[in-house]
């Protein structure tokens, strides 16, 4: 009897790990997990049923047209790609291919506005939300039962006694604080909340049971009647306001969003309600242009259930497109290597490279494993700089005075390949300048990483990071 047990299992390692040679996507990935799966199925499988994998199988995403309901409650989105569609000149590194990506088309007539302290962003949050009249939609990756998470579902539930219907989607992994009665209370007051789940009943792949925890929605967006939107890095927990004594001081920026650039931000809330219920949400698909502004705007979300790696691709060109300027701001970087290869190759050429990230950590090992990364870039020309004054949470980048990106998005493996994120790229001057503005800001707090503050480090300190980033592919 043991011995057919040990061959079973064996045997299901080796079909499992012949299924990760066909779905994982990175070689060091895929060889990993065969190894793993095929020597020590005992504990390589139970990991590979939480953790393995990069697709995400069952995810009906609507511009694909999977799923006719859901495309046809969608019929009015294409409003948005005539009189309000941007076409900038298709010079080198142009955004066709960025499109291509989103599946949306850049749209004109928005007005934007950076938000970058924590009271300021949830009021001018809250102040949207009581201005709906219609819809309300709500998604954030963390919510806390905190002073910040009572604010929310104080104004959730008076949106809700005023007849708008308000729909709330939470992250099960990120909320998992988040008590059974905050949720039932919001609901006896008439609104719709759901956690995001990875291992919904409809989510089944051969040799896989339904558990699943390593797919997240990282996404924090707000919608209101389809005509104003909100995203980037905040999520509601007093840690964003910078009061937890844990953490500390916290700088992080959000995007207020005013236009048809909007409906981009409606149409991932759409996607990923779709999927968490089911059901398909009537919503309002008509493009409201903004009453001051002509900013040119593209939202881009990305996630695994994507045919190709969006994120990924939606860095690469932005820094192969660079010319003279790429600057990036992340709380977590542990890039795989073609993204250093590719930051790398622009500092060669020129290109004036910047990576700022925190001094301190809130994950003790991503901070670890980054100076592994950090390393080769400096010694590229890449200059790396620590923002000294708190923890930087802000997820951006500048393209020379092209292009500038705001949203959800860390250059980590999980964001790029494994959460559902969203990102705003922005292409008006002006838009432009806000956020080169927001980075000089930013580095004149900030002190330069030099490549003896690594290189002097003790051994133990460096081999800790290198095997840090080793487990990249999972952080």
């Known amino acids: 009897m043991l011995l057919a047990l040990v061959l079973a299992v064996h045997g299901l390692g080796l079909l499992v790990a012949l299924q990760?040679?066909?779905?994982?996507?990175?070689?060091?990935?895929?060889?990993?997990?065969?190894?793993?799966?095929?020597?020590?199925?005992?504990?390589?499988?139970?990991?590979?049923?939480?953790?393995?994998?990069?697709?995400?199988?069952?995810?009906?995403?609507?511009?694909?047209?999977?799923?006719?309901?859901?495309?046809?409650?969608?019929?009015?989105?294409?409003?948005?790609?005539?009189?309000?569609?941007?076409?900038?000149?298709?010079?080198?590194?142009?955004?066709?291919?960025?499109?291509?990506?989103?599946?949306?088309?850049?749209?004109?007539?928005?007005?934007?506005?950076?938000?970058?302290?924590?009271?300021?962003?949830?009021?001018?949050?809250?102040?949207?939300?009581?201005?709906?009249?219609?819809?309300?939609?709500?998604?954030?990756?963390?919510?806390?039962?905190?002073?910040?998470?009572?604010?929310?579902?104080?104004?959730?539930?008076?949106?809700?006694?005023?007849?708008?219907?308000?729909?709330?989607?939470?992250?099960?992994?990120?909320?998992?604080?988040?008590?059974?009665?905050?949720?039932?209370?919001?609901?006896?007051?008439?609104?719709?909340?759901?956690?995001?789940?990875?291992?919904?009943?409809?989510?089944?792949?051969?040799?896989?049971?339904?558990?699943?925890?390593?797919?997240?929605?990282?996404?924090?967006?707000?919608?209101?009647?389809?005509?104003?939107?909100?995203?980037?890095?905040?999520?509601?927990?007093?840690?964003?306001?910078?009061?937890?004594?844990?953490?500390?001081?916290?700088?992080?920026?959000?995007?207020?969003?005013?236009?048809?650039?909007?409906?981009?931000?409606q149409l991932s809330f759409v996607e990923d309600w779709h999927w968490t219920t089911g059901r398909v949400l009537e919503l309002d698909w008509t493009p409201q242009p903004a009453e001051e502004g002509d900013e040119a705007i593209l939202m881009l979300p990305s996630g695994p259930a994507d045919e190709v790696e969006t994120a990924t691709l939606m860095f690469h060109h932005a820094i192969h497109a660079a010319r003279s300027r790429l600057w990036i701001s992340t709380p977590y970087f542990v890039p795989d290597e073609g993204i250093i290869t590719a930051l790398k190759l622009a500092a060669y050429r020129g290109v004036d490279v910047r990576v700022l990230t925190p001094k301190t950590a809130d994950v003790p090992l991503v901070h670890l494993a980054k100076f592994a990364a950090l390393e080769p870039l400096i010694r590229a020309g890449v200059k790396v700089l620590r923002y000294e004054p708190g923890f930087l949470h802000t997820k951006a980048f500048l393209v020379d005075d092209r292009a500038a990106g705001v949203g959800t998005v860390n250059l980590d493996n999980r964001s790029l390949r494994l959460n559902f994120e969203i990102t705003a790229l922005l292409l008006d001057p002006e838009a432009i300048g806000r956020?080169?503005?927001?980075?000089?800001?930013?580095?004149?707090?900030?002190?330069?990483?030099?490549?003896?503050?690594?290189?002097?480090?003790?051994?133990?300190?460096r081999l800790a990071s290198r095997g840090a980033y080793l487990l990249a592919p999972l952080l």
């Open 20 to 265: 990760a040679l066909m779905t994982a996507r990175t070689p060091q990935g895929t060889l990993a997990w065969i190894l793993a799966l095929v020597a020590f199925p005992w504990l390589a499988l139970p990991a590979w049923w939480i953790m393995g994998g990069v697709r995400f199988e069952g995810y009906v995403t609507a511009r694909r047209g999977g799923d006719t309901k859901l495309r046809a409650s969608l019929a009015g989105i294409d409003g948005i790609a005539g009189p309000w569609r941007h076409r900038p000149p298709q010079t080198r590194g142009g955004i066709t291919a960025i499109e291509r990506l989103a599946r949306m088309p850049v749209v004109r007539a928005n007005r934007s506005r950076l938000l970058t302290e924590g009271a300021e962003t949830f009021e001018s949050i809250f102040e949207g939300i009581r201005r709906a009249e219609r819809t309300l939609l709500v998604q954030f990756y963390t919510i806390a039962d905190d002073e910040v998470g009572a604010r929310l579902h104080e104004e959730l539930c008076a949106a809700a006694r005023r007849g708008v219907r308000a729909h709330l989607l939470f992250d099960r992994i990120g909320s998992r604080s988040l008590g059974s009665r905050w949720v039932r209370s919001l609901r006896t007051e008439g609104v719709e909340a759901h956690a995001f789940l990875s291992s919904r009943a409809r989510f089944r792949q051969r040799f896989r049971p339904r558990i699943q925890i390593n797919f997240r929605n990282h996404r924090k967006i707000v919608v209101v009647d389809g005509k104003e939107g909100w995203l980037g890095g905040y999520n509601v927990s007093r840690a964003y306001l910078g009061r937890d004594p844990e953490v500390g001081p916290w700088r992080d920026t959000h995007l207020h969003v005013v236009g048809p650039a909007a409906l981009g931000m």
């Open 435 to 461: 956020v080169h503005a927001l980075f000089e800001e930013d580095m004149a707090h900030s002190r330069p990483l030099a490549l003896e503050d690594l290189t002097g480090r003790r051994l133990p300190a």
